[in-house]
Each structure stands twice: as C-alpha cells, then as structure tokens.
C-alpha cells in the first residue's frame, strides 16, 4: 500500500519536475486509482452538504491535475448533473436526468487534499456548493 503511494508521489514529482515548475499542478489521468478516489469522496460530501433531494453525479470528466503539497492535492474539472435517484435510496446506479432542464448540468472545479500516512482527506475547494 505504502509502495503504491510512494511509486505515485514520485511519478508526479517526475513529471512536475520535468515540466519546470516544481510543485505546480499537473495534468494526471483520471485512471489513477487516487484521483478516482478523491472525486467519489468529492462527490459524497457534496451530495452530503446539498440541499437537494436527488443525487448529483458526475456525467464528464474535463480535466484532472495533480499537484504535490505535503501529499496529493487532485484538482478536477467536471461536469455535474442531477440524477432521478432521491438521497438515501440506491445511489449506485444512477444516471444523469435526461430532461436536461431537471439535470441543470454544470460545470465545477473540485480540489481534494489527500494524505494517505495521515488516513486524511479533504475537499478543499468545490464551485457547486
């Protein structure tokens, strides 16, 4: 587990160092066990704090940056739309309404700070709340 994270911090400091601006955002890949993390976790906590009666979800990925600050800070571009699941019943399978009216999709800019030796994570910023 630890050798996962480490194998990962280094790539990212790999990639950020050969791009010349150390500690500055990066583009990563949405595939990335940790950013999938990170944005499900995102995801819960919006749909935790909103007022809304129905789950939000994300229907597109835009873009996906890294950046190393004392762990991993995941910086997201989405789009996030409503979907015909109300909160507290089977969130796992649903899809984006598809009256696009209802699924008032919109795009928002979510950034999460992980530390996993510290088993922290945090939504540090989120432009749907």
């Known amino acids: 587990m630890y050798l996962k994270m ?13 791009a010349g601006l150390v500690g500055g955002p990066v583009d990563s890949d949405m595939n990335d066990e940790g950013a999938q993390n990170a944005l499900q976790f995102a995801m819960a906590q919006f749909n935790r704090q909103s007022n809304d009666a129905f789950v939000r979800q ?58 996993p030796w510290l088993k922290s994570i945090k939504v540090v910023e989120n432009t749907c709340m």
């Open 58 to 115: 994300v229907s597109e990925v835009v873009k996906v940056q890294t950046q190393v600050v004392s762990g991993l800070k995941y910086i997201f571009t989405v789009k996030v739309g409503r979907t015909s699941c109300r909160k507290g019943g089977d969130e796992t399978m649903c899809a984006i309404h598809e009256d696009p009216a209802i699924a008032d999709v919109t795009e928002c800019k979510i950034a999460v700070w992980s530390q």
């Open 6 to 18: 480490i194998v990962a911090s280094l790539a990212v400091i790999l990639a950020v160092a050969s």
